[in-house]
């Protein structure tokens, strides 16, 4: 039984370049939701989407990024024209359900970013 | 003030100890409280959650909550050097927009020495 898969595990970018991060749910999961971790802070919340749908997007930077979840195939976050200070490790999580009382959330292992 | 806050730490506790971690939140409207242990390099995972009022005990580990204080700890009975770790607190906000996401402190870190 897979859990939250993110690839790639390491990106390495360029100033400039875009980034592009993909996120597999767990199987039965709709709900999926990401966060950045930058060094020695902790876990910020970016993005919550259901299928189609940008649920919540109030952690987004309001420029060069953006998420989707299509109908079809992974989440994607996009990073466009990254900077250095983009480097971060991008987690990606799930749920089952609507995070009600006893839903839990469900941790990818990450893709770590790094702009040179 | 931060909505999630933790000592950062490290907290150092002797093998076999108890370590005792803490975590006070902002948002009267929290609703559920999770802990995660996050390795160096790896991801969060999930240790325990709770949202009533008291103790909740899993193994070695013991969550408990104060709403009327707004304090969430953990307790981590006879520490093993493996449960050296950052752990995170995570909290939920009821209702509204941000019913989708949880809002972390910053992590403590923990080392038990053998």
């Known amino acids: 039984n897979a859990g939250v898969m993110q690839n790639p595990r390491h990106l390495v970018r360029r100033r400039g370049q875009e980034a592009r991060l993909r996120c597999s749910p767990m199987k039965g999961h709709s709900h999926v939701y990401w966060y950045r971790q930058l060094p020695e802070e902790g876990l910020k919340f970016m993005v919550y989407l259901q299928k189609e749908n940008i649920i919540d997007e109030s952690g987004m930077p309001k420029e060069r990024f953006s998420a989707e979840f299509p109908k079809e195939g992974p989440s994607i976050l996009r990073i466009q024209q990254v900077v250095r200070g983009d480097s971060a490790a991008y987690f990606c999580?799930?749920?089952?359900?609507?995070?009600?009382?006893?839903?839990?959330?469900?941790f990818g292992s990450g893709t770590q970013l790094s702009v040179l | 003030q931060k909505e999630v806050e933790q000592n950062s730490g490290p907290l150092s506790v002797p093998e076999g100890a108890i370590a005792s971690l803490n975590c006070t939140y902002s948002?009267?409207?929290?609703?559920?409280f999770f802990w995660y242990r996050q390795y160096s390099g790896k991801s969060p995972e999930l240790i325990m959650f709770?949202?009533?009022?008291g103790d909740k005990e899993d193994g070695r580990f013991t969550a408990q909550l104060n709403k009327a204080s707004q304090y969430v700890s953990l307790l981590i009975r006879d520490s093993q050097p493996s449960d050296s770790a950052t752990y995170l607190c995570a909290v939920k906000i009821a209702g509204g927009t941000s019913y989708g996401k949880l809002t972390f402190g910053q992590g403590t870190i923990l080392t038990v020495h053998p």
């Open positions: 709770i949202y009533s009022n």
């Open positions: 999580a799930s749920s089952r359900d609507v995070l009600a009382t006893n839903e839990k959330l469900f």
């Open positions: 948002d009267q409207g929290s609703q559920s």
